[in-house]
């Protein structure tokens, strides 16, 4: 199906596209977000790198932090938990290697 859009469909004209969870898209995912740009006067793309969880399907957040060109903001910071989770999670993100340093 998504083959089929990306061959036939005249995707229409638009002022904004927004994406968000782009780190789990797919190679083939991606070719419709490119045909779709052709026809877009901005993007948006939100995403982190460090939730990629579909790298079984074929996705890669490098898409989304390396390939698709850009001015990039990266949020250093959060607020949606406490100094010890996030720790706690720099203990387990040690293993992630490819991903872009939030802190």
């Known amino acids: 199906m998504i083959e089929k859009a990306i061959d036939e469909i005249d995707f229409p004209s638009l002022d904004v596209l927004i994406l968000d969870e782009a780190q789990d898209f797919t190679p083939l995912q991606w070719s419709v977000i490119y045909k779709m740009a052709d026809n877009v006067k901005k993007i948006y793309l939100a995403g982190d790198d460090d939730q ?9 957040p490098k898409y989304f932090t390396t390939y698709f060109p850009g001015r990039k903001v990266i949020l ?7 100094e010890e989770i996030y720790r706690f999670s720099q203990i387990i993100r040690r293993g992630i290697f490819d991903s872009v340093q939030k802190r």
Do not use: E, P
């Not at 250093?76 to 406490?82: D, S």
């Open 52 to 60: 990629g969880i579909y790298k079984w399907n074929g996705a890669d």
């Open 76 to 82: 250093r910071q959060t607020r949606r938990f406490g």
